[in-house]
């Protein structure tokens, strides 16, 4: 049956992210399971205006919650890191409410509260650049998304925050994946597919939605002239540059490069220190031998 549990937190600039939120995750524990199934919502109440600060804080939040239920070998549970949603729909079996957190919109089976202790925050005063929310008409992104992860949806969740109408995915097909480790347990095209539209229909359901399946380097990004920028990782930075050079080539417009921060990882495998698309097929792998 699974089960959907969430933490509602108030604001996050001045929150101290380390002992006392990944005790509140701690308290999930006891109603999650190591599996698609159940999944954990973080709903941040804050309103997110630059897209770098939001970087920042998605990646402290998915890092201290994965690392906790990590702690009890929960891998496949999802982890959802939503913001600047204004309606949420589905019931929660549990939800955990800040305090000063508006729960009325939210439904719930059974509600618990939480306090966490604000500290000073200096990170605005070192901020030197900004990118605003809906800033491009048209953006795009790419990759694998195989067994959809912390890592994707940091990438996701920026490509969708800076996009005002439509995010083109550039979706590898599965003839490109054939040389990838534990193949075997590789996501078809329409799962992974779905997968990340799910996603992305959670935080901003006005979006537009194209998939495309990218059978070479550039993918969509080397011809449609309405793209405006392209979502990338730092470790796939050196992809965007070969998109621009064959953007030039054909008399298109070069695309902005948006660098998002996904905590360390390589390729499309994303964030590989902590939860990789490789390490999830390899733990599928076993589940199925066993």
């Known amino acids: 049956m699974g089960a959907r549990i969430a933490i509602v937190l108030h604001d ?11 005790a509140v995750v701690e308290r999930t524990l006891e109603f999650l399971e190591d599996s698609v199934d159940y999944s954990l919502d973080i709903i941040l109440e804050e309103k997110f205006t630059d897209a770098y600060h939001l970087d920042s804080i998605l990646g402290h939040i998915y890092s201290i919650a994965r ?20 309606e949420h729909s589905g019931l929660y079996d549990v939800l955990f409410l800040g305090e ?17 202790h604000s500290v000073v925050d200096h990170t605005e005063e070192q901020k030197q650049q900004s990118l605003g929310e809906g800033q491009y008409r048209v953006s795009a992104v790419g990759g694998t998304f195989d067994h959809i992860h912390d890592g994707h949806k940091i990438l996701l969740s920026i490509a969708c925050f800076i996009t005002s109408e439509k995010l083109i995915i550039g ?5 490109l994946l054939m040389n990838k480790k534990h193949k075997d347990m590789l996501e078809p095209f ?5 997968n990340v539209e799910a996603f992305l229909k959670a935080l901003k359901p006005t979006l537009k939605i194209e998939m495309i399946a990218i ?3 550039c993918g969509p990004t080397g011809t449609v002239p309405d793209i405006e920028a392209l979502v990338v990782s730092r470790e796939t930075l050196a992809g965007g540059e070969v998109v621009n050079k064959t953007r ?10 948006v660098i998002v921060n996904v905590l360390g990882g390589r390729e499309e495998d994303g964030w590989k220190e902590k939860l990789s698309s490789t390490e999830l097929r390899e733990r599928s792998s076993k589940k199925v031998s066993q």
């Open 190 to 194: 329409a799962v992974r597919s779905a």
């Open 12 to 22: 996050s600039n001045g929150i101290e992210f380390n002992n006392e939120f990944a």
């Open 215 to 217: 059978r070479d380097v």
């Open 100 to 116: 000063s957190c508006d729960g009325t919109k939210l439904n719930y089976k059974r509600l618990e509260t939480f306090k966490l």
């Open 248 to 257: 030039k080539e054909k008399g298109l417009s070069t695309l902005d490069i």
């Open 171 to 175: 979706l590898t097909d599965q003839e």
């Open 67 to 86: 690392d906790v239920l990590i702690t009890k070998d929960l891998f496949f549970t999802s982890i959802n890191v939503l913001f600047n949603v204004q």
